[in-house]
């Protein structure tokens, strides 16, 4: 029903930035809420950031004022610009989607997954 396809990940130095981006493929109502999740080694995915077609946002604590989610409606693709990134932000970061209104960062909530994108920051 949706394919998501990440872009954009990379190497860079703590305080850099990065904008990540996500093509959604399905049908032209698209899915209610897209956004951002993210793995390092040996830990749990968390959420980053999530956006619903009403506009509401929800960002992780800890990257509140140093990232910002968005969507081009025109080309169906969501980015992500991370800024003031710091070496805890490395991990694979996947994009993710549902059919439903976002409510949380909860991982279980989102049943569609891109491949994922490497982001490496360096101390």
């Known amino acids: 029903q949706l394919q998501l396809a990440e872009s954009g990940g990379g190497s860079v130095q703590a305080g850099g930035s990065m904008r990540l981006s996500c093509e959604v493929f399905g049908p032209s109502y698209g899915p209610n809420c897209v956004g951002w999740f993210r793995q390092a080694p040996g830990k749990e995915r968390e959420g980053v950031a999530v956006?619903?077609?009403?506009?509401?946002?929800i960002y992780k604590d800890s990257v509140k004022g140093r990232f910002t989610i968005s969507k081009d409606y025109a080309k169906n693709t969501l980015h992500l610009q991370m800024n003031s990134l710091k070496p805890e932000d490395t991990a694979m970061y996947y994009c993710?989607?549902?059919?439903?209104?976002?409510?949380?960062?909860?991982?279980?909530?989102?049943?569609?997954w891109g491949q994922g994108t490497q982001v490496t920051v360096s101390s």
């Open positions: 993710v989607a549902t059919w439903r209104h976002c409510m949380d960062l909860g991982t279980e909530k989102y049943n569609f």
């Open positions: 956006l619903d077609t009403d506009s509401r946002t």
